[in-house]
């Protein structure tokens, strides 16, 4: 079991920038691929950002390339979202997620989710 917990969400305006830390506990975190997920209301889960175990390998979407910078710590067991130049369309929860299957850009095929941060972004 792995438990996940994310920080540093919060009000910003438009064209500021946020950072989110995900503290990871319990099973080892280092082996495992993770992501960053975000969901607005009436809207699907999608995935903004994912990074290999050794941080290697990263995926970002297409509407967050050269904004948001995902990276992880496995010395603190922390995964961190760098969020720059925010939009009013980046307003959702973001979740923080572990994958022990590999690395993977779709929520159905992660396994540890955290509970979730609000970010909004005003105009």
């Known amino acids: ?9 919060g009000l910003v ?10 503290a990871a506990s319990g099973r080892t975190f280092s082996p495992y ?3 960053w ?6 809207k699907e889960r ?3 950002a ?16 050269g904004r948001f910078t995902i990276s992880r710590d496995n010395a603190k067991n922390t995964l961190y979202l760098q969020m720059n130049s925010l939009k009013p369309e980046d307003t959702a929860v973001y979740y923080c997620a ?3 299957r590999g690395f993977r850009v779709v929520a159905g095929e992660y396994e540890y989710w955290g509970q979730g941060t609000q970010v909004t972004v005003s105009s």
């Not at 064209?15 to 995900?22: A, D, E, K, P, V």
């Not at 994912?50 to 390339?65: F, L, T």
């Open 1 to 9: 079991q792995v438990q996940l917990v994310e920080s540093g969400g």
């Open 13 to 22: 305006q438009a064209g500021g920038s946020l950072r989110l830390s995900c």
């Open 33 to 35: 691929p993770m992501g």
């Open 37 to 42: 997920f975000r969901q607005a209301p009436g």
């Open 46 to 48: 999608e995935c903004v």
């Open 50 to 65: 994912a990074i290999g175990w050794n941080g290697d390998s990263k995926y970002y979407a297409d509407s967050v390339k």
């Open 98 to 100: 572990s994958s022990p």
